[in-house]
């Protein structure tokens, strides 16, 4: 079993700052990508950010400049640092872990974490 949980999200003023985290643990061998999706009710899914095993980042053109991802692969965490916030920028954030289980890559996600942005 894998378990992937998110912490971090709250309400913050706009450009104001937030650091999400993420955390997959159970069954785990080694993690390949770690990223981040949002969704604001009455919308569609949006992808934020992305981050693979070497730490290569790739960022949606929303958040490039402001959100910055990282890991720490000891501790199969994925955080995002995000600056400037943003009104639209308010969604529930919900992170994702691709673990390699027998011969494929299963995707992992969480339970989301809100993310409020006053004015």
């Known amino acids: 079993q894998v378990q992937v949980v998110e912490s971090g999200g709250g309400l913050v003023q706009a450009e104001g700052s937030l650091r999400l985290s993420c955390a997959a643990s159970?069954?785990?061998?080694?993690?390949?990508?770690m990223g981040w999706y949002r969704q604001d009710p009455g919308k569609q899914r949006e992808f934020v950010a992305v981050i693979d095993s070497a730490g290569r980042g790739r960022y949606a053109d929303s958040v490039r400049g402001r959100f910055t991802i990282s890991r720490d692969n000891v501790k199969n965490t994925v955080y995002l640092e995000m600056n400037g916030l943003k009104q639209e920028d308010a969604a529930v954030y919900s992170c994702y872990a691709d673990i390699p289980q027998a011969g494929i890559i299963r995707r992992y996600w969480g339970q989301g974490t809100q993310v409020t942005v006053s004015s």
């Open positions: 159970g069954r785990i061998v080694s993690v390949n990508a």
